[in-house]
């Protein structure tokens, strides 16, 4: 059967690609034989990050992208299979958001909250799709959280997108998969990402605290939600097509 993790002669797309688990979600894949294209709408993390993936022997592309319009993320499609010549994996790990009490919410800030979250993969992953469709193959991944499986008051919107975004997966699965491409999603625990670290500062604890209410006792480290996304992209999940899974290091005393 071979390496049913190898990427080798794929190319795959990640999205957020120059900071936390979508760099490590692209130098996991690279590290395994993917060409990688970057996508985000900051270009020196970007650079930084095709620079560590060049040093690995890949071909890699940096494309400054705000995943948020339609007419950026064909762009960054076609600009894919323009230099790489095709395109065989999408992670849309782009996302992120703000915490504060419900009320203070305003129409602005939770349509962001969805174009960000959500739209973007809408957008993206019919994008993508048309080339794998045309190929007969093919690999979504979408990057959720395990906010859009619990009740968050304090992230209501971010929540309420990423609870679309699961449903998002099952529904472009049910739609594409015996055509060829699988969907899936990773809902992501707490994770290492300066995010993260940015939002505790902010709220004044310490990150690793988060860590203690699941049964390994830590958060994440980004590398291990990028080895989740390399199982989903490569043929070792090849049976595989609309899930969620979880990855939250264990359900803690509460059982959440």
């Known amino acids: 059967m071979g390496n049913r993790f190898s990427m ?3 190319v795959a797309v990640v999205t957020g690609g120059g900071t936390g688990i979508g760099r490590a979600s692209a130098l996991v894949l690279a590290e395994h034989g993917a060409d990688v294209v970057l996508a985000g709408r900051r270009s020196e993390p970007l650079e930084e990050t095709a620079a560590e993936i060049e040093a690995l022997g890949r071909r890699v592309l940096a494309v400054r992208t705000d995943v948020m319009k339609a007419d950026e ?7 894919t299979i323009a230099e790489l010549g095709h395109l065989d994996v999408l992670v849309n790990h782009a996302g992120g958001g703000a915490t504060k009490a419900l009320m203070t919410w305003t129409d602005d800030e939770w349509q962001h909250a969805l174009d960000l979250n959500l739209s973007s993969a809408w957008y993206l992953s019919r994008a993508a799709a048309e080339p794998m469709l045309a190929q007969g193959k093919g690999a979504i991944v979408n990057i959720s959280s395990g906010a859009g499986l619990l009740a968050m008051p304090q992230a209501p919107a971010y929540a309420a997108a990423k609870a679309g975004l699961n449903n998002l997966t099952g529904s472009m699965a049910a739609a594409w ?3 060829g491409v699988r969907v899936n999603c990773i809902a992501c625990g707490a994770v290492r990402t300066p995010g993260l670290e940015a939002e505790a500062q902010h709220q004044g604890f310490a990150v690793d605290v988060i860590g ?6 830590r958060i994440a480290e980004p590398d291990e939600i990028g080895y989740g996304v390399l199982f989903f992209a490569s043929d070792a999940s090849s049976y595989c097509s609309g899930q969620t899974l ?5 359900p803690g005393p ?3």
């Open 246 to 250: 979880y990855m939250h290091g264990g």
């Open 254 to 256: 509460a059982g959440v």
């Open 8 to 10: 080798a002669g794929r």
């Open 177 to 179: 998969t015996r055509k």
């Open 73 to 79: 993320c064909r762009t960054l499609v076609d600009t």
């Open 212 to 217: 203690q209410t699941n049964a390994s006792g």
